[in-house]
């Protein structure tokens, strides 16, 4: 899929552009719905024994509004650099930004950190608008598009155990 020749790259710097749709099987268990097409371009480099990877993903992404559940698209538009190099014995822990270069072929899959990229910049939460009223907690009746028929507990306080104190 989004694939680079490290053959090419030893020559020159190369570019790829890309279009995943948003049904591709590399977002299957990413938590993230995507209401548009991801535009991936990205233009990689050879720097010392690793691979320079800098460019700019473009989406839409499809949350839920934290307070009503209606769904909210959200474009996302976001530069992105990540590194690939050699580990060693000792790297295998390490994490970050660096992504373990392959130790045999002639291509590098740059699909593991486009996805890991873009989770990472996908927003957590959403508003369909500042002024949500959000769901009612007793009858979920959106109270956005008029009022539920509930009418409101009262709260226990902690005061109200000096209500039946007595005093003589």
């Not at 060693?88 to 992504?99: H, K, L, M, R, S």
């Not at 590098?108 to 873009?118: F, Y």
């Not at 539920?148 to 009262?154: A, F, G, I, S």
Request: hydrophobic share 40%.
């Amino acid at each position: 899929m989004l694939k680079v020749s490290l053959a090419a790259l030893d020559r020159a710097e190369v570019q790829v552009h890309q279009q995943i749709a948003p049904d591709d099987p590399m977002w299957e268990d990413a938590g993230v719905e995507l209401a548009a097409p991801l535009d991936v371009e990205l233009k990689a480099r050879s720097v010392g024994e690793g691979v320079f990877v800098r460019g700019r993903l473009r989406t839409t992404v499809r949350l839920a509004c934290r307070r009503c559940l209606t769904s909210v698209d959200n474009k996302l538009d976001e530069e992105v650099d990540f590194f690939f190099e050699p580990l060693t014995e000792e790297d295998e822990g390490a994490e970050g930004e660096v992504y373990p270069l392959p130790a045999r072929g002639d291509e590098l899959d740059l699909t593991d950190a486009v996805r890991e990229q873009l989770l990472l910049r996908a927003p957590e939460f959403a508003l369909c608008d500042e002024e949500c009223r959000g769901l009612c907690p007793q009858c979920g009746t959106d109270l956005n598009t008029g009022q539920c028929e509930c009418v409101p507990e009262q709260a226990e306080s902690p005061w109200d155990a000096l209500k039946n104190v007595k005093f003589n």
